[in-house]
């Protein structure tokens, strides 16, 4: 079983930067594929970010492509999202995932959840 623990949010002016890192425990990092969350107050939560568990596929939802990277270090155990130009509108608690490793992985599919880090952008 694999824990996650999310680090790394904090308050960032609107158009800045900021990143996320996520890091696994009890698991074998590499048998799953990772994805990063978002739930902002009164919303559903969201995959905003997906990678493969090889590092070679990635997705992103339309609202976060062009500014959002994820990526992995499997040496390390760990998943980051680097956020750049960020909006009010991307203000949320980020939650890290793993799921299984068939690809593309379903938000439904992910399986461990770390705790969640609060991101908040200020206009």
């Known amino acids: 079983q694999v824990q996650l623990v999310e680090s790394g949010g904090g308050t960032v002016q609107a158009g800045g930067s900021l990143r996320v890192s996520c890091a696994a425990s009890?698991?074998?990092?590499?048998?799953?594929?990772l994805g990063w969350f978002r739930q902002a107050p009164g919303k559903e939560r969201e995959l905003v970010a997906s990678?493969?568990?090889?590092?070679?596929?990635?997705y992103y939802a339309d609202s976060v492509k062009g500014r959002f990277t994820i990526s992995r270090d499997n040496a390390k155990n760990t998943v980051y999202l680097q956020m750049n130009s960020l909006k009010p509108e991307d203000a949320a608690v980020y939650y890290c995932?793993?799921?299984?490793?068939?690809?593309?992985?379903?938000?439904?599919?992910?399986?461990?959840w770390g705790q969640g880090t609060q991101v908040t952008v200020s206009s």
């Open positions: 995932a793993a799921g299984p490793k068939t690809w593309p992985v379903r938000s439904t599919r992910f399986t461990y």
């Open positions: 990678i493969h568990w090889s590092g070679a596929y990635m």
């Open positions: 009890g698991g074998s990092f590499s048998d799953y594929n």
